[in-house]
């Protein structure tokens, strides 16, 4: 057995352990409750927390501890031990099945839109065994869900969990329908393809800019970044390449499926890519993945950044979600079959996809809406902030001939009768990838390509799990009443076609005039956060997630609330962070070298009579300028914060920080990026992008 192999999942107290250390009937519960959403027993709970103990002490465990997401898009964690006095001044190693199931930290300080007031301190956290609970550091992790003490989410996993339940719900429901009475449950699966850059610590502990926000405020382009594409898929460099073996190594451990790992586009970027796993184990890897990214590279000397746009004109980073369907049987429900009712099946799920995004297109806009992520959408590496569909021209023809009840010009001269026809077997990609394409059939699943690199992928998934769900609780409220079920399937499928065909396209999605196209289909185009956030109160919009009882009235007005409070937030620490800068250090910087350089002119002068001085004398009255354009738009800014100040209305604040904040910022980029071009890099108070894009050797 290879490394990788011993290795994976040695720190996981999973199935495999289970079955060894529990009681067989134990296990068949905990089976149960792990794909069947059976609940656990008190009694069956406190078998498994001792044997999860056991293990766990036998790994090296002292501590354990209940890992949340909570509204922070990070993790949380409070590790208490596993040491219980008894007489005698000695101690024994206790936990109990109570404390596996719920846990009580202090939910005070964490957001929650307004679903709490600060004095109520109790939160809870219970237990999700459909997650593997885990060691890592000598603590015993345990997967939970966050909630408040009146039952509301405070968290990203409730929602995720609820999703699922939603879809699986529906799922089943459709199934029955094509006569899979076998089936016992549906999951989402995710695969998370994660972007990140790698630089040296050195450089990035003289960027305050980078410490305190994760992004470049001030920077101009070096004279090489990415325009030859040499790092695209280029030789790893021997210190990326141990930061990637050492990551591997302890990803493994924890059971995560690292698998693909590459350079990307940009210089100092990368990417890893983890194997499919049921949406919200797909969650949990993701957070561990972010986290021990971060780890692992101080140990390497080196900062990994997640921020989607850390650096001004090359790629930023996203994190593509790969999302399909998959039965208890080992069915995927996005891959064409081999019979008219399998491709029938197949095209009915396929319809609900596309309906779903096209009726919820804001909703999924939203799910990845952040100041960091603004910076990235509609750049040249990212798809644009208008959702759109591409499923290839293979899969647009069969929908063509089935919408106008033509002959599918394809490999079968045939009517496209839903239930009558067969699909011709295409291949998994039957046309080139789109990369343009926010959302992208590829051949079994579709790739969302808009989520950023810092992201939980939970709040893309929930908006998926939930809107495919109605779609499909619509489909099955028709054909369940059907008297003439394959005629009403031809019909239903035709239909949906017909009404959502505008959210399918195939085009070049940077092209200026599929913005204009898009507005003449009556797609939205959000470009920034304070313009998708009030999805979160459309009426349409809490009438699905209240239906689905994914979430209340009240936690959608949550996260409405958080959502631009966070917002607000991000964008003052980054104008507060760029008036640091070129006040204390920028602006003293230029002016100490425009002096010294008129005095190194005026010397030149007096020593030679007569001499050229027109460099020293151009770039002293061109940096005076730019001081001066500078001062001014620091000032602006400095007062547009203090204006930001008085305005109560989170959504009023928003759109000011939108309108007026980041303006400002723009303008003062804009002079300081061109005083650094004309200062002597000795005399720059900061590391250059040349300087950090390109330190890691």
Known sequence: MNRAAELFGTMVFNESVMKERLPEDVFEKVLLAMNEGKRLSNESASVVADAMKNWAVEKGATHFTHWFQPMTGITAEKHDSFITPVSGGKAIMEFSGKELIQGEPDASSFPSGGLRATFEARGYTAWDPTSYAFIKDDVLYIPTAFCSYGGHALDKKTPLLRSMEALNRQCLRILKLFGNESVSSVKATAGAEQEYFLIDRGVYSQRRDLIYTGRTLVGCAPPKAQE?????????????????????????????????????AAPAQHELAAVYSTVNIAADHNQLIMELMQKIAKKHGMVCLLHEKPFEGVNGSGKHNNWSLMTDAGTNLLEPGDTPSENAQFLLFLCAVIQAVDDYQEMLRLSVASASNDHRL???????????????????????????????????????????????????????????????????????????????????????????????????????????????????????????????????????????????????????????????????????????????????????????DLYNKVVRIEASTMISMIRKDI?????????????????????????????????????????????????????????????????????????????????????????????????????????ILFSVS
Request: glycine share 4%; hydrophobic share 40%.
């Open 228 to 264: 030859l594409s040499d790092h695209y898929f280029g030789t790893i460099k021997p210190r990326v390449a141990a930061f990637m073996k050492e990551l591997d190594c302890e990803l493994w451990k924890l059971g995560v499926p690292a698998k693909t790992e590459h350079n990307e």
């Open 378 to 564: 509609g750049a040249l590496e990212a798809p644009p902030a208008i959702v759109s569909i591409y499923i290839g021209d293979e899969l647009t023809t069969i929908l063509s001939s089935i919408e106008n009840d033509e002959l599918y010009s394809g490999r079968e001269k045939e009517l496209m009768r839903v239930g009558v026809h067969v699909l011709p077997k295409f291949p998994k990609d039957t046309t080139d990838r789109n990369r343009t394409s926010p959302f992208a059939f590829t051949g079994n699943k579709f790739e969302f390509r808009m989520p950023g690199a810092s992201a939980s992928i939970s709040g893309a998934n929930v908006v998926l799990n939930t809107a495919v769900a109605e779609s499909l609780r619509q489909y099955a409220d028709i054909l369940e009443t059907a008297d003439d079920r394959e005629s009403s399937l031809h019909s239903l499928i035709r239909d949906v076609i017909r009404k959502h065909k505008r959210i399918i396209f195939n085009g070049n999605g940077y092209d200026n005039e599929w913005v204009a196209e898009a507005a003449r289909r009556g797609l939205s185009n959000l470009r920034t956060t304070p313009d998708a956030v009030s999805a979160y109160l459309d009426e349409k919009n809490v009438e699905l997630f209240e239906r689905h009882r994914v979430f209340s009235r009240e936690e959608m007005a949550a996260r409405h609330d958080m959502k631009l």
């Open 587 to 691: 602006l003293p910087a230029v002016s100490r070298f425009s002096g010294n350089l008129a005095r190194s002119g005026a010397d030149k002068a007096a020593l030679c009579c007569g001499v050229n001085l027109t460099y020293e004398r151009q770039t002293v009255n061109r940096l005076s300028d730019l001081l001066s354009a500078a001062d001014a738009a620091a000032l602006l800014l400095e007062n547009d914060i203090a204006a930001s100040e008085a305005i109560e209305d989170k959504m009023e604040l928003a759109v000011f920080t939108r309108d007026r904040i980041l303006a400002d910022m723009a303008t003062l980029r804009s002079v300081s990026d061109e005083m650094e071009q004309m200062t002597a890099k000795e005399a720059w108070p900061y590391p250059s992008y040349g300087d």
